[in-house]
């Protein structure tokens, strides 16, 4: 780290990180790796899809969190009749017949887009935008986000119909694709517990919006070496069935590989990985914790897997 004040600031990230998940338990039971996913890409300045069936806290979760952090939180529901109107904002005309900039929800610091294959591909581009530029385009003005911005947009597995999947150039711009899973017996047990008595647990603020800034600046300063660069980049190259690098299971079941924002986000992630369990450089244990959720919607499956049931996650275990 260059000075004592950056490395006192990774010690008080690990703090914060630990009272973050606290505050986070005592709403969400379970589910820690989601949680620590969430968290990761907060901090990363990166976007999360998270598939998984309806009732899972999903929405909860990411309002928990955003109380937690301090954040201003909007949920979107994404429906076909949708409008990129309905979620940027439009211009209406004032009291003295000049046009005004009427902000949209999607103006706050964390932004559920909810079922966002629910929504025509215009709107899905309208949201898609914003998460690249981190601002909106209207009437031929722009608008800048709010920071820290942060969209975590839901998928539902289940249920394709009348649905508009995002392609893979879209998916490639969330850092993480998170599986949520049902919870175990017991958990759920204390979720029934926990939510039909008249209880309700207060969270408190641990951060707010110039720590998270600071925290993110602080993420991108730290050092990684060329050997943790080098693991990153040949584990993404051994993903692409062209190249000389490509592993056997990827020449046999994957039609495409990821491409260089998987290299980026991996150094990202494991940077932030690292700093918030206390370390000043990722190692390649800190590049394999965060590789299957980056690696999970960049590789795309060949006729063969699909034949063969062979799932992308049977893949990516292989190659790691």
Do not use: C
């Not at 069935?241 to 980026?264: F, H, I, L, M, T």
């Amino acid at each position: 780290m260059s000075s004592n004040e950056d490395v006192a600031a990774v010690e008080l990230l690990g703090q914060k990180y630990k009272a973050l998940r606290a505050e986070i338990g005592k709403v969400i039971v379970g589910q820690e790796k989601v949680v620590d996913l969430l968290i990761l890409s907060i901090f990363s300045r990166g976007h999360s899809l998270l598939v998984g069936v309806p009732g899972l806290a999903k929405t909860l979760l990411v309002n928990t969190t955003a109380q937690a952090l301090g954040l201003d939180f909007n949920r979107i529901q994404f429906t076909p009749d949708l409008m990129p109107s309905d979620i940027i904002g439009s211009e209406i005309l004032d009291d003295n017949r000049n046009f005004k900039f009427i902000k949209g929800p999607l103006f706050a610091n964390i932004i559920l887009a909810d079922e966002i294959n629910r929504t025509p591909p215009k709107t899905q581009s309208a949201l898609l935008e914003a998460m690249q530029e981190r601002s909106v385009t209207a009437a031929g003005h722009t608008y800048k986000m709010a920071e820290p911005f942060f969209v975590l947009a839901t998928q539902n597995p289940i249920e394709q119909e009348g649905t508009y999947p995002l392609p893979e150039a879209q998916l490639d711009r969330f850092m993480f694709n998170i599986e949520v899973g049902y919870p175990s017996f017991e958990e759920e047990l204390q979720i029934v517990k926990n939510t039909t008595g008249n209880q309700i647990p207060a969270v408190h603020k641990v951060l707010n919006a110039e720590d998270i800034i600071h925290f993110q600046a602080l993420i991108r300063k730290l050092p990684v070496t060329d050997a943790v660069y080098e693991f990153a980049v040949h584990l993404v190259a051994a993903t692409r069935p062209g190249e000389s690098s490509a592993k056997a299971v990827s020449k046999d079941y994957v039609a495409w590989g990821a491409g260089p924002r998987a290299s980026q986000y991996l150094i990202l992630g494991a940077k932030a990985h690292a700093a918030l369990r206390g370390k000043y450089s990722p190692d390649k244990e800190d590049v394999l914790a965060v590789a299957e959720p980056i690696l999970r919607h960049r590789v795309v499956r060949n006729y063969k897997a699909e034949a063969e049931g062979i799932k992308i996650e049977d893949i990516i275990k292989e190659l790691l």
